[in-house]
């Protein structure tokens, strides 16, 4: 079975803090994406990675930067938290291929609160 | 750009009724269309898929259409059971530079069944 592993379930971090949430997958998936989960605005996409070292921005990329120095790993990163970054954050990866039907697979989500 | 509008919820059934939850999307060309379910606690998965018009998707007595002519692809079960409890998430996949694909959700619908 395909598994998307995010490092923490639940984060407590202050107004000011840098924060990185960690995400690993063990399928060999060229694509991995940051989605930020609010209620009432669905997912949203923050920022993915197409390749080792590639990103793009979603969406929603204000505030937040990324990592991919391995292909199994992609990090988000909370530049300097605030209270509007509270959240859920779930991480996905997928195949690449030109055929869109690809299946995306997700981690069981951080919920991070920022007080 | 693209888009997907799904019914608000809460969607609150009584055991073995019937479900329809309402998806319709905006999309240039030809996106693939699914239905993600999110049990409490957890991550998404996915429930179906359709990659062209009029195929049906179908998984675990859950069915939806691929409808070009309406652009909708509205998630039916017949009978529902209280584990059908969850948020459910229609989403199309939008292609970037042909080696990847991203995930375009809509706002989640939450169904509650009771016993």
């Known amino acids: 079975d395909v598994k998307v592993t995010q490092s923490s379930r639940y984060l407590v971090k202050r107004t000011g803090e840098k924060v990185f949430l960690e995400c690993v997958q063990d399928m060999d998936h060229e694509n991995m994406f940051w989605y930020r989960q609010d209620p009432g605005l669905g997912l949203r996409l923050i920022y993915f990675?197409?390749?080792?070292?590639?990103?793009e921005k979603g969406d929603i990329p204000e505030g937040y930067s990324v990592s991919r120095e391995k292909k199994e790993r992609f990090s988000l990163i909370l530049e300097s938290a605030s209270t509007n970054q509270t959240s859920m954050y779930l991480c996905?990866?997928?195949?690449?291929?030109?055929?869109?039907?690809?299946?995306?697979?997700f981690g069981q989500g951080t919920r991070l609160t920022v007080v | 750009g693209n888009s997907v509008t799904q019914m608000e919820g809460p969607v609150t059934l009584s055991e073995e009724a019937f479900l329809t939850i309402n998806c319709t999307y905006t999309a240039t060309g030809y996106p693939s269309l699914f239905w993600y379910v999110q049990y409490p606690g957890e991550g998404l998965q996915l429930l179906l898929k359709a990659t062209k018009a009029d195929d049906k998707g179908s998984n675990k007595g859950f069915e939806a259409t691929y409808r070009k002519e309406t652009t909708s692809f509205h998630l039916e079960k017949g009978s529902v059971q209280v584990s059908d409890s969850a948020v459910y998430f229609c989403?199309?996949?939008?292609?970037?530079?042909?080696?990847?694909?991203?995930?375009?959700f809509g706002t989640g619908t939450l169904l509650a069944v009771q016993p």
């Open positions: 990675s197409y390749d080792v070292k590639m990103k």
């Open positions: 989403a199309l996949s939008e292609g970037y530079g042909g080696a990847t694909n991203k995930l375009i």
């Open positions: 996905a990866s997928s195949l690449a291929g030109r055929v869109l039907n690809t299946e995306a697979f």
